[in-house]
């Protein structure tokens, strides 16, 4: 039952409640939307006349038109209060020919699952992960051996962007052909399904080579690029977030992923560095590449 400003008055003198007392009882949510009940019709005509606008052009349009100004969160509640949804179509993203091709193989795309690991140079993943430091944000791409854990390449850049992908799979590249002295196509090159990693550009490269997609909807099911991830924002977490520039970030990156490389002892391949692993293994081992 609605209650006019008479009503009230009456109420309160009868049962000596205070005004504000009243008003503390009633419904916060029957309050906010008493509160602008008398727009209520503005915004159903904006909707009718105009069915694609979101709800930012609604609240230019209620102020152009009828001069009605309304926060957009306040908006967003009243619409859905009033049961006003909007008709905008979300429009989906259609899929490649490489994707619709995932899609179809599923589970079967994963090929570095079903690969018993035993050495260097069988299979690299690669993964892309946010640093935040003092200027914003920027992305960390890596290309590592999956059984080595030497970091192959790498790129940085401020957005995630196939050539942030495709920056440190041609670093990735030029190093193991300069270990090996040339490019083996029997590695597996393994990595989730995103955009980047099943653009053309990306595959193209890696045509020549065995391509390995994460299982649908497991896009973080790479333990290796998860653990060093992990370890690199966990150590020198603090030591990121001071850093002022970019070029400053790029200059530390380089240093941690040296320093990860060459001097960090790992407990699977018998507590010493991904490079003295990988030399021991090119030495006793180069007849794998012929």
Known sequence: ??????GVNRICALTGMSKATYYNCQNPVDRFEKKYLNIKSFVTSVINHH????????????????????????????????????????????????????QSLSTRANLLIRTHLTHSFQAITSDMTELTFRSGKAYLCVHKDAFGQMVYGWSLGFTMETDLVLQS????????????????NKIIYHQDRGSQYTSYQYVQVLASGVISYSDPGTPTHNPGQESLFGR????????????????????FVKRKISYYNYERRHTSIGLVSPWKYTKSFLKNRWKWFT
């Open 169 to 184: 799979l041609t670093m990735t590249r030029i190093t193991i052909n300069r270990l090996v002295g040339k490019l083996t």
């Open 232 to 251: 690199f924002k966990d150590e020198w977490k603090e030591e990121i977030a001071e850093i002022e520039t970019f070029e400053e970030l790029e200059m």
């Open 51 to 102: 069915s694609a606008y979101g709800v930012k052009r609604i609240q230019a349009e209620l102020w152009d038109t009828h001069q009605i100004k309304v926060g957009r969160d306040t908006l967003g509640k009243l619409l859905k209060l009033w049961g006003l949804s909007l008709k905008r179509k979300v429009a989906h993203k259609r899929l490649n020919l490489i994707q619709k091709i995932l």
């Open 1 to 6: 039952m609605k209650t006019g400003q008479f």
